[in-house]
């Protein structure tokens, strides 16, 4: 173990929110895991450099934590949307490279070359900035070009990649990474990765000398030819399920604990909730928690008559939501349970014990990554780091 390893910080400076006992739940972030799950993609997609996509305030989990983290377990390259989470990394890593996947914002120039930041450049009105602004300022911090495969969302088109190659591999432009996005990495069967992977290798012809990135978290599962020379993952390190359909090969990370604030008995008859939209079939014991979709539990995974929702477990035991999500609260049918299984203050998983981030996503009609990037910030968050 190197002296940076040993000394990876057991950082509990990060701890958000407020006291334990004073929030509704808490927020359990595994950095240890984090870690362990992007060293297992970086040896997977050996020879490949591994870098980390910590977008999305680090995927709901906290850019300053996860960046400090990997920094110091040797990420040398991030990710980030935009210029405010290039900051924030940047203040975390100091030599690391990061680039801002969203590109160059009118006027900016300045502040990229103040953090030393590099655009992804996703548009040829914005290489155009980009190289007014090198060439009347002197800057050479380098950039990314985004070539569009078939996302249709950022990057120049392949017919703007043909006419700017000569221009752009020329020695002294400054580009330092090719890159290009998957559409459906996480389908291995859908013949787009294949389609994508072909006009890529094509256009990196066309760039020679300068590396390239194409593979996502998924990307990373489809194989040798996806991984080119940077591999871009971020979802898998935070432990959602790069191959849906298949046993989650990541550590998970987050753990999300609620305590009893109230229980109550209903009769056979009665409803549940605003809108009255569950209704009690027999006699019926509920759980109130203090967790509402003010906290990122989305509101469309309520129990109603009609469809089940969400679920917790409740002292051992898997229990429905019942009725409608409010803002800062919800209610669990705990019948199930024996008598005095449970009491006030007792403790409800509502992510983890067997509830994953996918289970919870899809009971709320929605992927596992708007659940982690929803996470609330009125739990009491705990950074475990080993
Ligand atoms: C978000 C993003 C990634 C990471 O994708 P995951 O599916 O979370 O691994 C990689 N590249 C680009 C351009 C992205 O926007």
Redesign the pocket.
């Known amino acids: 173990m190197s002296i940076d390893e040993t000394e990876a910080p057991a950082d509990t400076s990060y701890t958000h929110g407020p006291p334990e006992n004073e929030a509704g739940a808490v927020l359990t972030i595994d950095l240890a895991a984090i870690e362990a799950n992007w060293r297992k993609l970086r040896s997977l997609s050996t020879p490949a450099e591994c870098g980390a996509?910590i977008?999305g305030d680090g995927y709901g989990c906290g850019l300053e934590p996860v960046a400090a983290q990997l920094y110091h377990a040797g990420c040398t390259t991030f990710?980030v949307a935009d210029l405010s989470e290039g900051k924030r990394a940047r203040a975390l890593a100091p030599d690391a490279i990061i680039y801002i996947?969203n590109g160059l914002p009118t006027g900016t120039g300045p502040v990229f070359a103040e953090h030393y930041l590099q655009p992804v450049i996703g548009s040829s009105s914005e290489l155009a900035e980009w190289d007014m602004f090198c060439s009347s300022s002197g800057w050479q911090g380098g950039f990314a070009l985004h070539v569009d495969t078939g996302m249709n969302r950022l990057g120049v088109t392949i017919e703007e990649a043909v006419a700017i190659a000569p221009r752009l591999s020329s020695e002294h432009h400054g580009m330092t990474l090719l890159?290009s996005?998957l559409v459906s990495?996480e389908a291995p069967d859908n013949a787009r990765n294949h389609d994508q992977m072909v006009t890529f290798r094509d256009i990196r012809r066309m760039f020679r000398g300068i590396p390239a990135s194409l593979a996502?978290?998924?990307g990373i599962f489809l194989g040798r030819s996806a991984f080119c020379d940077l591999v871009?993952?971020?979802?898998?390190m935070f432990g959602l399920n790069p191959t849906p359909g298949k046993k989650n090969p990541m550590r998970r990370v987050v753990e999300l604990k609620a305590r009893i604030s109230v229980l109550r008995r209903i009769e056979a008859g009665q409803t549940v909730g605003y809108n009255a939209t569950w209704t009690a079939k027999r006699p019926t014991r509920l759980a109130i928690i203090g967790v509402g979709y003010a906290d990122g539990y989305l509101r469309s995974a309520s129990g109603g008559d009609n469809k089940p929702g969400g679920a917790a477990i409740v002292s051992g035991i898997k229990c429905p939501i019942a009725g409608r999500i409010s803002m800062d609260l919800m209610a669990i049918d705990i019948t199930d349970l024996p008598p005095n299984a449970t009491k006030r203050g007792g403790i409800v998983t509502l992510i983890g014990e067997g509830i994953e981030l996918e289970e919870v996503a899809e009971r709320a009609g929605t992927i596992g990554?708007e659940i982690l990037t929803s996470l609330g910030h009125r739990y009491a968050r705990i950074y475990k780091s080993g």
């Open positions: 996509v977008k990710f996947l890159v996005h990495a996502n978290s998924s871009r993952p971020g979802a898998a990554y």
